[in-house]
């Protein structure tokens, strides 16, 4: 006989489950068709952008310039001790040979004397060091083997020393390679952004930057201020001969430079010579504090972590390499994008 059993009804829980799951794909669908499209940066949002990645790539190179002058002063110090080193073993060889002989020929006539002894002694300081011994020996004695420890002495020294600085240049090195990387993944980052945009506007934009620097150059008024010295005035001059140079990170001229580049580049041609990085040329001379004293061919530091730095050019303006996609211009201190923090009297 057949079976009437009625179906067993769903439970509450399943019931509440599958409405639960039906309002939420409801609710979805809903979200997802009012949802607006994410909209496409404009022009001016990419090059605010992009502009802001230049600069966190300015400090980076600063800073990347500072490790490559720092590895290069470690390395000619290197060089200089390991020259000192191989000199004084070379001394330390003569002194020695000199003990030698002197022991060679007590040796073929049976006569080894306190000093042979002295310089065989695994211990020649404690040896030496015992009054008894020195009174057996010769003033012209002692003094060779004073000089053989001395000399020792140094050698190992010296050789401690050049371990360290070979440390310390691992780590520069390693330092500049980090930042090198750093100053590249921004500069590839602001690439990747300007993609983003179209021919006509990366036209536009480019049209921008170069009118920027056309109409600097056209305005520029440096008024009558005169010059901090002869030497600050030659840098000067040497400057404005690199106008419309482009900027590239880690560039010290001709063809191209960054902003510390360029002064340390003017200055060299007066015949001074200035630390490379903007920091450094900081502390370069005296400080000047106020605006108004500022004098043709001064240094001037932008930005509270003195990333930035130009040279002075009267009334209000300076000469400089401003960042990647530009190029060696005038500008008004007042559109450099940092504030003005002091000017450096070379």
């Not at 065989?120 to 030496?128: I, Q, R």
């Not at 140094?154 to 360290?164: D, F, H, I, P, Y």
């Not at 920027?212 to 005035?233: F, P, T, Y």
């Not at 061919?297 to 530009?326: E, S």
Request: proline residues 3%; neutral net charge; aromatic residues 4%.
């Amino acid at each position: 006989m057949a079976s009437h059993r009625r179906p067993k009804p769903p439970s509450r829980t399943r019931v509440t489950l599958l409405t639960t799951a039906a309002a939420a794909a409801v609710a979805l669908s809903a979200n997802s068709a009012n949802a607006a499209p994410s909209e496409k940066p404009t022009k001016d949002e990419v090059k605010s952008k992009v502009d802001k990645l230049y600069e966190e790539a300015e400090q980076a190179t600063e800073a990347m310039n500072g490790a490559e002058e720092k590895a290069g002063k470690l390395q000619k110090e290197i060089s200089t001790i390991q020259d000192n080193v191989a000199r004084g073993q070379d001394e330390l060889n003569k002194l020695r040979d000199s003990i030698g002989l002197a022991a060679a020929a007590q040796y073929r006539t049976g006569n080894i004397d306190s000093s042979v002894q002295l310089f065989l002694s695994s211990d020649p300081d404690s040896f030496l060091d015992r009054a008894s011994t020195q009174d057996q020996l010769s003033a012209q004695q002692v003094e060779a083997l004073k000089k053989i420890q001395e000399k020792q002495r140094q050698l190992a020294q010296q050789r401690a020393e050049a371990s360290e600085k070979l440390a310390d240049l691992s780590s520069t090195r390693a330092q500049l390679a980090k930042k090198k990387r750093e100053v590249q993944g921004k500069l590839s980052d602001a690439r990747e952004l300007l993609n983003t945009l179209t021919a006509a506007e990366k036209a536009a934009i480019s049209q921008q930057e170069s009118r920027a620097s056309r109409d600097a150059g056209e305005r520029v008024d440096l008024g009558n201020v005169g010059s901090a010295s002869g030497r600050a005035a030659a840098a000067f001059s040497a400057a404005q001969s690199q106008l419309g140079k482009p900027y590239q990170f880690g560039a010290t001229g001709t063809a191209t430079y960054d902003c510390s580049g360029l002064t340390s580049w003017a200055y060299a041609q007066a015949g001074i010579t200035i630390p490379r990085t903007s920091e450094s040329q900081a502390n370069a001379g005296t400080r000047i504090y106020n605006e108004s004293d500022l004098r043709v061919g001064d240094l001037v530091i932008f930005f509270n972590d003195l990333h930035h730095v130009a040279l002075y050019a009267g009334n209000g303006t300076v000469i400089h390499a401003p960042r990647t996609g530009t190029v060696v211009r005038y500008e008004s201190m007042d559109t450099i994008g940092g504030p003005f923090m002091f000017g450096v009297r070379i």
